[in-house]
């Protein structure tokens, strides 16, 4: 539906309407099973089938930003929140020994540095000189484009689905994509590989056991064998 979104006025409607539905069926004070008039949910550090964390009985991690004020401490207490910055893209970089992108991520903001780098044409010479934290201030729409292209691409996801998501063209997305990968050719290597390895085993691995099976990919892999 998102991709629809302003062809007609009742698809906005719809994505209001099933947004909050979903969440009121998620909070909904029945649901409350404390005594202290609190949601406590349950935390499963590999509770997806691609390994990251989750919460269970009642989705906390997934209120959104609407619903964040709801979440309070109890008097006398404090909310603290930690953001791994940029963790994923480093530790695919490590796991692929993608070492520019190391060096990149110790210097700043590495979704600046690969935007000032794409889009070197589009900004002026002060902009291309700029500090990486100092352009991801002046430029967030250009480091938005870079990040939101780089988590895509990781996670497996095209041009065409980018582009809905982004609100750009395909060219543009297809632009963006070859040329993170043409700047970072270890992680385009290691993530072609990991899926050959699916292709050809109909699962994969992670370190620490979880393993994910693709049922198609083996019925394909069976076949050809045939």
């Given at each position: 539906l998102e991709g629809l979104q302003g062809h007609h006025p009742v698809i906005s409607h719809y994505r209001w309407h099933r947004e909050f539905y979903k969440?009121?069926?998620?909070?909904?004070?029945?649901?409350?099973?404390?005594?202290n008039g609190r949601i406590h949910?349950?935390?499963?550090?590999?509770?997806?089938?691609?390994g990251r964390n989750t919460f269970s009985i009642h989705q906390l991690g997934g209120?959104?930003?609407?619903?964040?004020?709801?979440?309070?401490?109890?008097d006398g207490f404090g909310l603290i929140e930690f953001d791994w910055a940029?963790?994923?893209?480093?530790?695919?970089?490590?796991?692929f020994g993608e070492q520019r992108f190391l060096d990149e991520y110790l210097r700043g903001?590495?979704?600046?540095?690969?935007?000032?780098?794409i889009f070197v044409e589009e900004l002026s010479d002060f902009d291309?000189?700029?500090?990486?934290?100092?352009?991801?201030?002046?430029?967030?729409?250009?480091?938005?484009k870079v990040k939101e292209t780089f988590l895509a691409v990781s996670y497996g996801q095209g041009a065409t689905g980018l582009a809905v998501k982004l609100g750009i063209t395909k060219a543009e997305a297809s632009f963006i994509i070859a040329a993170i990968f043409e700047r970072?050719?270890?992680?385009?290597?290691?993530?072609?590989?990991?899926?050959?390895?699916?292709?050809?085993?109909g699962y994969?691995?992670?370190?620490?056991?979880?393993?994910?099976?693709?049922?198609?990919?083996?019925?394909?892999?069976?076949?050809?064998?045939?």
């Amino acid at each position: 539906l998102e991709g629809l979104q302003g062809h007609h006025p009742v698809i906005s409607h719809y994505r209001w309407h099933r947004e909050f539905y979903k969440h009121e069926k998620a909070w909904n004070p029945q649901n409350i099973f404390f005594t202290n008039g609190r949601i406590h949910p349950g935390h499963e550090q590999f509770g997806t089938a691609t390994g990251r964390n989750t919460f269970s009985i009642h989705q906390l991690g997934g209120i959104g930003r609407k619903f964040r004020p709801l979440v309070v401490a109890p008097d006398g207490f404090g909310l603290i929140e930690f953001d791994w910055a940029q963790i994923e893209p480093v530790i695919m970089a490590a796991e692929f020994g993608e070492q520019r992108f190391l060096d990149e991520y110790l210097r700043g903001d590495v979704y600046s540095q690969i935007a000032q780098a794409i889009f070197v044409e589009e900004l002026s010479d002060f902009d291309r000189k700029l500090d990486p934290d100092a352009f991801k201030k002046t430029h967030p729409i250009l480091r938005m484009k870079v990040k939101e292209t780089f988590l895509a691409v990781s996670y497996g996801q095209g041009a065409t689905g980018l582009a809905v998501k982004l609100g750009i063209t395909k060219a543009e997305a297809s632009f963006i994509i070859a040329a993170i990968f043409e700047r970072y050719p270890r992680i385009k290597n290691g993530l072609n590989s990991l899926q050959r390895e699916v292709e050809i085993n109909g699962y994969i691995e992670l370190g620490l056991g979880l393993t994910r099976v693709f049922p198609e990919d083996v019925h394909v892999m069976t076949t050809n064998k045939a």
